[in-house]
DNA sequence: GTGAAAGCGCTAACAT
DNA sequence: ATGTTAGCGCTTTCAC
């Protein structure tokens, strides 16, 4: 804990510079209707000084933060679980560094938070936000239209009132889904199983979704519920098993949940591959490449989305307000997944 | 992307209520030194109006932000192998909620970027900030204290030159390492080996330093290099088993380490616990009640330590300013370990 | 191309 | 107890 240092105004600059404060502002930002030479004195004397503008004084005046919030509702993603949350916010914040943008962080538990976040994003502090809200029934998307703040979200939000014209950006979850379970068919498999994920979240019905669109006529025993957790995926793992001991191949929702099964049929005796193919999605390094075997899997650039979510959001904030239309109003983009092959199918 | 309305200003309000802009920013301020009947007739004016302070217009007079910073040098340190990370935002994220203050996000990824944190900070946008700073050489602490903005660190940073008299919240990692070790020992284990952390944090040298103070005379072959990730536990783990075959226990730096060193364990037909005890560090959850056995470890609390973290610098920050040495300038906090029991050890 | 001056919305003396 | 007023540091017309 050390004193802070009273800090030099544009006023000292200018005065150091032998210039008027307007001046300085405009080399500050830019230089442009400014001569050389004296662009040059100026940012001389900004330097010397140690100059850095005053945000609160500039943004008083130009209404503009260079802030953009990011909500995630925690409890309720899985967020601890595995390091997406880190990677997406790794993607966001080079991107927003890019733009000069700082990132805010908000975090909520519950109905009280929800609250919170609403006035703050009502506020005004930021110029915009990105949140993620995987739920199905989360206020989140609706609270954040009424706040009238320029929003993007992290996978496609559920079917709420205002919500059908949100801009979001998600992976091609029934995509890949579809590409995981042809690649269990082209293996041979004919008795295929999928362990869901939390189905109140849109990535685990879109996934499904996938499953289903290939296994047109998969008995239903053939789907058992998970939660994306290992724990999830080992119980779920263990009704399939019970129900249709004669499965040969397992789509799991995602890796975690991969994870869970695989350890369950092996105390259960099954080879993997051989007996049982198994296949997640995610690609979560930490966990697809430690299990054993190594995890076959759909691979998501997490870090990519956050990148284009905030890509996204900051061209929307610079078409308006400017000839509208320029940056254009964003639409939502959904990035392709590949299939990564290692030991498990 | 919706648009943004004008927002009514306190001058509004005070209309409104047919007061004086001052009683109202007296009301919005918790109303100190105004009558009831007119506190009254304020809030209800700012309720229709839907009032909301800006923030920028009052950081320019008051020079507070509500705003907290914090840093993560990210490439160097573990987050994104394991929850840490986001188990540390959420304590962070909870505290500073509570005291009105908001989580600005500042992500590192080299030299570049610390040059950026470093203005960012001088810069006077936040009124502290919270760095993680686990390296030994790590030239943020140093910067940081440059900036002069009053700041605490999570876990022990490495000797700079001002890092002397830094505030930080650690574990007991050496206590913790001397639990563990000893606890081996009470199951009658002689060869006890350890699998370091990556030794340029603070944590692992530690860690190091707790597990020798119970094995003073363990052999240096004992003793392998580990990085904190499951495939450095592997190879430490090899390597260990090839130079002393006939070790009974194994003290991993952490979680991850010890789930790697289970799986050699396992592959070399080595039974846990029977022929080799094993312990880790962490308790991280998803992990230690995952592996095979589940594994005995050393808790920390890491929600626990954000949690604290915030609440240091904050009133730190409270202190500053009014009479001196109120809030009380803080000393650093470690907090204790506690060994959880599972089948490993 | 450069400077002078008018605020942005708020708080904190100071007056009353 | 309440109102008046002077800025906080900056951007941005508008003259020159």
Redesign the pocket.
């Known amino acids: 804990m050390t004193e802070t240092a009273p800090r030099p105004?544009?006023?000292a600059v200018a005065a150091r510079a032998?210039?008027?404060?307007?001046?300085v502002?405009?080399v500050?930002?830019g230089g442009d209707?400014?001569?050389g030479p004296?662009v040059e004195r100026v940012r001389r004397a900004v330097e010397e000084l140690g100059?850095v503008?005053?945000q609160a004084?500039?943004s008083?005046?130009?209404k503009r933060h260079d802030a953009v919030a990011v909500v995630v509702a925690e409890p309720e993603t899985r967020v601890f679980a595995d390091p997406f949350f880190a990677l997406q916010l790794r993607g966001i914040s080079k991107e927003l560094t890019a733009h000069d943008s700082q990132l805010v962080l908000l975090l909520t538990e519950g109905r009280a938070d929800h609250a919170r976040v609403g006035r703050y994003l009502a506020g005004g502090h930021v110029d915009g936000a990105l949140v993620f809200s995987l739920h199905l029934d989360d206020p989140l998307p609706e609270l954040v239209q009424r706040a009238g703040v320029p929003t993007v979200f992290g996978g496609r939000p559920g079917w709420g009132e205002g919500t059908r014209s949100a801009v979001y950006v998600d992976s091609d979850n029934r995509g890949g889904a579809r590409d995981a379970v042809r690649h269990l068919v082209g293996l041979g498999r004919r008795r295929i199983a999928h362990i869901t994920g939390a189905l109140d979240q849109t990535s685990a019905v879109d996934r499904l979704d996938g499953f289903r669109d290939v296994m047109v006529d998969a008995a239903p025993g053939l789907i058992a519920e998970g939660d994306f957790t290992p724990a999830g995926g080992e119980r779920a793992m263990g009704e399939l098993l019970e129900r249709c001991p004669d499965l040969d191949a397992v789509f799991a929702a995602n890796d975690l949940t991969a994870s869970g099964a695989l350890r369950v049929l092996r105390a259960q005796g099954r080879r993997v591959p051989e007996d049982v193919a198994v296949i997640g999605f995610d690609d979560m390094l930490p966990v697809a490449e430690q299990t054993d075997p190594p995890l076959t899997t759909v691979r998501q650039d997490i870090e990519e989305m956050g990148r284009l979510m905030a890509r996204l959001l900051l061209r929307g904030l610079r078409g308006r307000g400017g000839e509208p239309g320029v940056g254009g109003t964003p639409s939502s983009v959904v990035l392709p997944t590949t299939l990564v092959r290692r030991a498990s199918a």
């Not at 032998?18 to 001046?23: D, E, Q």
């Open positions: 105004t544009l006023e032998g210039v008027s404060r307007a001046t502002s405009r500050v930002n209707g400014v001569r004296l100059y503008p005053n004084a500039r008083l005046v130009t």
